[in-house]
């Protein structure tokens, strides 16, 4: 996608950057909703889908790049993966959805790993992993299938995967082929 490892970047003073990513299961791409908060308070935010291409599966990787092209103006790739910021289908009240977030507890829930092991494990299905910089404070979570966990921290998460897809799903969507 071209973005600078959060972990390893630098911010001005008082300037925050949110990642929160979603996807990793069965259905490609996966998406990235980023968030850049200036230290006077605006903020912008982007949209970017991300496909890491199946080896020796053309037609596979084909049909997800049509979908891509649906979705963006353009579409960059590398050796291994297609990437591009897509375009909503309305605009997109970026703040609002920032607000949301965070009344979720997207600066405050813990690792999925800090959580009770599950009753049932899944092996695929659908992720959200929650990356934080507050100037040199870098915190990173995730979680795999969050509505098969138990407690709030799960609901949360949960609700972050939910608002996410209140972006992304109608622009994956649109750009689904008919039939």
């Known amino acids: 996608m071209n973005l600078p490892l959060l972990r390893e970047s630098v911010l001005p003073e008082g300037a925050k950057e949110v990642r929160v990513w979603t996807g990793f299961g069965t259905v490609a791409p996966d998406f990235l909703l980023r968030f850049q908060i200036e230290p006077n308070g605006d903020l912008t935010g982007t949209m970017l889908a991300h496909f890491m291409r199946a080896p020796?599966?053309?037609?596979?990787?084909?049909?997800?790049?049509?979908?891509?092209?649906?979705?963006?103006?353009?579409?960059?790739s590398n050796e291994a993966a297609d990437s591009?910021?897509?375009?909503a289908s309305q605009e997109v009240h970026w703040k609002t959805i920032y607000r949301k977030l965070v009344r979720e507890g997207l600066w405050?829930?813990?690792?999925?790993?800090?959580?009770?092991?599950?009753?049932?494990?899944?092996?695929?299905?659908?992720?959200?992993?929650?990356?934080?910089?507050?100037?040199?404070?870098?915190?990173?979570?995730?979680?795999?299938?969050?509505?098969?966990?138990?407690?709030?921290?799960?609901?949360?998460?949960?609700?972050?995967?939910r608002i996410s897809g209140d972006i992304t799903g109608p622009v994956f969507a649109r750009a689904l082929p008919l039939g």
């Open 108 to 161: 405050t829930l813990p690792d999925e790993s800090e959580l009770p092991k599950p009753k049932f494990t899944l092996s695929d299905g659908s992720s959200i992993v929650v990356e934080l910089r507050d100037g040199k404070s870098y915190r990173t979570y995730q979680y795999s299938n969050p509505l098969m966990l138990e407690g709030v921290a799960a609901e949360h998460a949960y609700a972050l995967m």
């Open 84 to 87: 591009c910021a897509a375009t």
């Open 56 to 76: 020796e599966d053309n037609a596979y990787n084909e049909s997800v790049r049509s979908v891509l092209r649906a979705m963006c103006t353009s579409v960059q």
